[in-house]
Structure formats: C-alpha cells, structure tokens
C-alpha cells in the first residue's frame, strides 16, 4: 500500500510516497497561498494512495486532524480542519502531526536514530523544531507540542522570538538568527551564505555559527538533564553547519558531563525528505 506523507514548509512544501520503508517517489514546490490550496494540492498527489499524512509547522489537534497553531506558512492556518478536508475530497485515511515530531519519528524508524530508544532531536532551519523519544515512542503532547527545545530560554534578554519570549534558542541558532549575528547592513540573506563566509575565514561568520552552537547546547544539556537522554539527532537545512557550531555546542554538553554523562551528537541521515517521511509513516500507522 502506498503511503502518501507531505511536509507544509514556511517557503515549500514536499512530498513522498513510501512502499515499505522504501520512498518511491518524491518532489517539491512552492507552498501554496493558503490551507485550502494546500488541501487540493495534497489530494492532487492522492491518487494511489492508501494513507495520508501531512506535516505542519505548529501545533495541531491529532484527534480532529485540526491546525491549532500554524504561524508560518502562508494563509490563516488555525483552526483549519485539514484533516477533515483533505479526507472528504480524497476518501483516505488522513494523520495531521506537527513537522519536528514527524522528523523525529523518521531519523528514529529509518535514519541516525534507528535502533536507539532515547533520543532528542533539533531542526535546525527557519525556526527550531523539535522532540524527544523515549523508550523507542516519540512524544506528542495534547496539542503535538512537546519537545520544542527551540523555545527554551538561553538568554532572557536577549531578541525578541516568534512565540512572545525573549532569546530562545530559535533566535540564535534557526537561519535568521544566524543571518542577523553575522550582522546588519550586510549582503548575506540565507545562513548557508553566512556558513561559506565562515569557511572563506570570516570571523564574524564564524562568530554566529559559535553562538548558534552555544545555544544549542544549553537547550540540549538542559533537556538531556531533565530527560535523562544521551543521544541527539540534529537536522534541518541549516545542519549542513553543524561542523561550524560543533566546539561550542560540545562545550557546552563536557560542561555538565558530571550530570548528564557522555551525550553524542549525530547527524540525520535523512535529508530534506526526513519530514515527509515521517508524515508518512504516521499516516499508514493511523489507515
Ligand atoms: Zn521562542
């Protein structure tokens, strides 16, 4: 049976089909202007398959399939019956679950956290997903929102965050953050831009991938602390950096060694597709 999992980006939004464990077929486009759009868009997608699941950036009600808090792509998102919409235009069983929390559960079935039952995950892209498995089951909360390390406090005046607090870790280490350390008045637009002038040797570069690690770090230690976990997958397109916030981000976990022991920092293995993947596999598991 085919599964069908797609993943509501801010900017794009992607898809896979998956047969067993295997994705036979894949693509990407622009996120449509709105939730109905992005219904359609799905169901265009449907045609042979026998489940759906579709990821969104935000909090959303697993029960009802219904978007709760969805501020980043385009449209008004809450309060949108996906679920329900999306299952009466296509008549296949449809799963809503938050995006991190469908990272997670693919890098844990099929990618760098296979075989392990206790793991926290970071996306790291325009904002900072993520979550936490243990005992092999990846955690939702009432509202698909737990485990989102990317609103931990590491500075408590520091920028201004999406979610109304002030320096999350969101605001140092997801791509803007990075972008806006690197500092105003300049060229760089995108955190992959600001990663080259670091490897070209740019100090400042340097500087705000060193922030972003730090950061990082913190959240990580505090949640290892508080989880008792000592595995983390780290991913999401701004990833393609861990190597630039590796000696901080590493600092700061030696540092609470006595506490929170060894804690090994993986990369996932899944590519851009980890999110879909994940939405897919929640989908088959609900049809
Ligand atoms: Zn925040």
Redesign the pocket.
């Known amino acids: 049976m085919t599964a069908l999992g797609i993943d509501v980006g801010g900017t794009y939004t992607k898809w896979v089909t998956l047969e067993g464990e295997a994705v036979s077929g894949s693509g990407a486009v622009p996120t449509p202007p709105g939730p109905d759009e992005t219904v359609e868009l799905a169901a265009s997608l449907a045609a042979h398959a026998g489940s759906i699941g579709i990821g969104l950036p935000g909090h959303v009600d697993r029960d009802t399939g219904t978007a709760l808090f969805v501020p980043n792509p385009p449209g008004d998102w809450d309060g949108y019956p996906v679920g329900e919409r999306l299952g009466a235009l296509t008549g296949v069983p449809v799963s809503v679950v938050n995006d991190a929390r469908a990272f997670a559960r693919a890098e844990l079935a099929l990618g760098a956290a296979r075989g392990l039952a206790d793991v926290l995950f970071a996306v790291l892209g325009t904002g900072v997903g993520g979550a936490v498995a243990l005992r092999g089951a990846v955690l939702v909360g009432p509202r698909d929102n737990l485990g989102e390390i990317?609103?931990v406090t590491v500075s408590p005046w520091g920028p201004v965050?999406?979610?109304?607090?002030r320096g999350?870790v969101?605001?140092f280490a997801a791509g803007p953050g990075i972008v806006r350390a690197f500092g105003p008045g300049t060229a760089k637009a995108t955190a992959a831009e600001v990663a080259e002038a670091a490897r070209a040797g740019d100090e400042r570069a340097a500087q705000a991938f060193e922030q972003a690690g730090w950061a990082l770090g913190v959240a990580l230690g505090d949640a290892a602390a508080f989880f008792g976990v000592g595995s983390v997958v780290v991913g999401g397109g701004v990833s393609g950096a861990l190597d630039l916030m590796r000696s901080t981000l590493n600092n700061e976990l030696a540092r609470r060694r006595p506490l929170i022991g060894d804690v090994t920092v993986l990369p996932a293995v899944l590519g851009p597709m980890a999110g879909a993947i994940g939405a897919a596999l929640y989908g088959r598991r609900s049809g």
């Not at 965050?161 to 607090?165: I, L, S, T, V």
Request: charged share 10%; glycine share 20%.
């Open positions: 990317g609103h965050c999406c979610c109304g607090n999350c969101e605001t």
